[in-house]
């Protein structure tokens, strides 16, 4: 298709004079309208104009490619012009029905309007942002509709939301720079239609926080269940990224055997951080109604001053629970020394490192936002939710730094 040129002698088409109108006449029009109906009569005049300008500029795209005035004859005419062709364009300012314009040949394509073409870019945004946001592809259809006047599919709305696959293709190419002080490793379980059925799969994330106080998911895997393999298969891919963990200090962990097993071969000189929430979970299962002081002494272990204090504290909740509980004491002593790991940091930051609680709010959004789904139909769908997810948080986290780890300490 030929550039769109002016030619000799035309006059230059500006955009703004086929949207401009007579303020008097406007005002005399809206006279008439009763005050309910001001707003729609507006809206109404707005679509008006707004297809004018539209339709006159594709007819004088037309023009110009046919190199010829209307109904000129000339030795320089490339074309025949052939009448128009209706295409529905859904707008912010409501749905349109333009007058395409088109030649003999057919090889005249508007630029004006894209070929195949049927919304503009900012209502596929917003339906993307709308299913995003946790509203089914049905209803996210039926809520845009009630602005622009046009019912669009779920079909579309899926259609749509694909367009994020090469944003996750990106997400989890991307090469990581071995900034994190600290990474905090959990996984969370989603369903997902597969082969005929709703299966359980594992969402295995690595959370980080640089010395600036950053904080960021840096990468997720789906599995199909946690262990030492697709532990370490994950973070190998982390660390192939530039992961190399040169700077870190410690990694916090819910306490998964297969997890310890891969971090020992692949960062084996890193700290290990054995979360505490987890830790009192697995306490709580070993003892009866008549014990819970147990549990809420345990608590005060990790509430010491120093470690010293700490293993000083345990020694004597040790001997106070050793014949009435000796399961709980045995569980939480076998994992002393990883679970006292974080005294070794600084003490602004231990609240956050003793337990895995940051990742888990984290799931927690995750959690809502899938709660409207029975299960994911496919693989993508679930990624394209969770890169949504972790992104829209990832962008916030990027403006409000953790202030206790931007000290320098």
């Not at 994992?335 to 984290?362: G, Q, S, Y």
Request: glycine share 4%.
């Amino acid at each position: 298709m030929k550039t769109l040129n002016l030619m000799k002698g035309d006059t230059p088409m500006r955009a703004c004079e086929a949207l401009s109108y007579e303020p008097a006449a406007v005002w005399r029009r809206l006279q008439h309208a009763k005050p309910e109906c001001f707003f729609e009569d507006l809206d109404q005049l707005m679509q008006q104009q707004y297809q004018q300008f539209l339709e006159s500029l594709m007819r004088y795209e037309r023009q110009c490619f046919l190199n010829v005035q209307p109904y000129e004859r000339s030795a320089q005419r490339v074309d025949q012009a052939n009448g128009f062709y209706r295409r529905r364009l859904t707008t912010r300012l409501g749905g349109l029905d333009l007058q395409v314009p088109r030649t003999r040949s057919g090889h005249f394509h508007p630029q004006v309007l894209p070929r195949y073409q049927r919304r503009e870019p900012v209502i596929n945004e917003a339906l993307k942002q709308v299913f995003l946001l946790g509203v089914s592809t049905r209803q996210a259809g039926r809520a845009l509709a009630t602005l622009v006047q046009d019912a669009v599919s779920a079909a579309t709305v899926s259609a749509i939301s694909k367009a994020l696959d090469a944003s996750v293709l990106r997400f989890h190419r991307r090469r990581l720079a071995d900034h994190y002080r600290y990474l905090i490793l959990d996984g969370v379980s989603v369903r997902i239609r597969l082969v005929g059925k709703v299966q359980r799969r594992m969402v295995l994330c690595a959370y980080g926080v640089t010395r600036e106080g950053k904080r960021e998911l840096i990468d997720f895997q789906i599995v199909k269940a946690e262990g030492e393999d697709t532990w370490y298969g994950f973070l190998w891919n982390l660390w192939s990224r530039g992961l190399r963990g040169e700077r870190l200090e410690l990694i916090a962990t819910d306490g998964q055997a297969g997890l310890i097993r891969a971090l020992g071969r692949l960062w084996s000189a890193v700290p290990h951080q054995r979360c505490w929430a987890h830790k009192l979970r697995n306490l709580e299962n070993k003892l009866k109604a008549s014990q819970r002081p147990c549990l809420e002494e345990a608590k005060l272990i990790y509430q010491a001053d120093h470690r010293t204090e700490a293993i000083r504290r345990f020694r004597d909740w040790q001997r106070r629970w050793q014949r009435q509980a000796p399961k709980a004491v045995a569980c939480l002593e076998q994992d002393l020394e990883e679970l006292l790991a974080f005294f070794d940091c600084p003490k602004a930051h231990w609240r956050r490192l003793r337990t895995t609680n940051v990742i888990e709010r984290l799931f927690v959004e995750v959690r809502r936002r899938i709660r409207t789904l029975c299960a994911f139909t496919t693989h993508n769908s679930c990624q394209r939710i969770l890169f949504s997810v972790f992104d829209r948080i990832n962008t916030h986290w990027s403006r409000h730094p953790l202030p206790a780890f931007t000290q320098n300490s």
